[in-house]
């Protein structure tokens, strides 16, 4: 199987990585393990329809086409789980401590969001086409859009300034480590390992749900990507149907 960031290919300018790497997928010009990187993304988007903003030059904005078609559809979350660890080993290894993933998919220091993470899957039925995997990394930003919540960068934790490109191989073969381990090893060695990294998890937090705020304790995250807490009594979460209170 192709290895992940190969071939690995630098936009000047484009609106969207992700769309970018869905139409090459489509029209059959990339196949599993390529790489889209760009130095300025203009509508760049992020979970749940929110758009990613970033400044031109100074991050990591990149998309790979993935055919994890040996993994069946019910297991989506196993594939954003490898994902998400991938870039917290990527992270750690500058950060050095307090990095976490954020539920379900944000790379996290201390209480500051330093990145993120959509995956696109096509489907036809039952059969697992392609997933496209984006990944935002803030590396050398140091100043950011107003309504941005909580951002840092690489370069405002370590104070060092990073050359992008080359961060976003290395970033590559982090998760490529990852890949290989949800293929190679149980599906639960995938799942137990983002559970060990999960943000907040064991804490008391406060969550809002609707208008609804309460205070409840992060035990994890199930087989199917459902955010599982207990207070009075166990419950579980989708994507999109509550937010953490900070």
């Known amino acids: ?49 929110r758009q990613w903003k970033t400044t031109a030059l ?15 559809v019910s297991r989506q979350f196993f594939l954003s789980a490898a994902i998400a660890a991938g870039c917290y080993d990527f992270l750690k290894k500058y950060a050095i401590d307090d990095v976490a993933v954020k539920w379900p998919n944000d790379i996290y220091w201390r209480d500051r969001k330093a990145g993120g993470i959509l995956i696109e899957n096509v489907l036809t039925g039952n059969n697992w086409q392609f997933a496209i995997v984006g990944i ?34 290395e ?8 890949y290989d381990l949800l293929f190679s090893a149980p599906l639960q060695e995938t799942l137990d390992n983002y559970n060990s990294i999960l943000y907040k998890r064991g804490q008391k937090v406060k969550l809002k749900k ?37």
Do not use: W
Not at 9 to 28: F, P, Q, R, V
Not at 58 to 72: A, C, F, G, R, Y
Not at 152 to 164: A, E, N
């Open 58 to 72: 100074e991050n990591i904005m990149l998309s790979l086409v993935l055919k994890p078609s040996e993994l069946l």
């Open 210 to 246: 609707d208008i609804a705020v309460f205070e409840t304790i992060i035990k994890g995250v199930n087989e199917q990507g459902k955010l599982m807490t207990f207070d009075t009594m166990e419950r579980e979460f989708s994507l999109g149907e509550v937010s953490l209170v900070v």
């Open 171 to 178: 970033l590559c073969n982090c998760l490529q480590k990852r």
């Open 1 to 49: 199987m192709a290895t992940i960031g190969f071939p690995f290919t630098e936009l000047a300018s484009i609106d969207s990585t992700n769309n970018y790497a869905m139409a090459m997928a489509h029209e059959g010009l990339a196949t599993h393990g390529a790489a889209f990187f760009a130095h300025e993304q203009t509508a760049g988007r992020g979970q749940l329809g």
């Open 136 to 169: 935002g990394l803030n590396i050398n930003q140091t100043v950011f859009a107003e309504g941005v919540t909580n951002p840092v960068s690489l370069k405002q934790i370590t104070g060092k300034t990073f050359p992008t490109v080359e961060m976003a191989k």
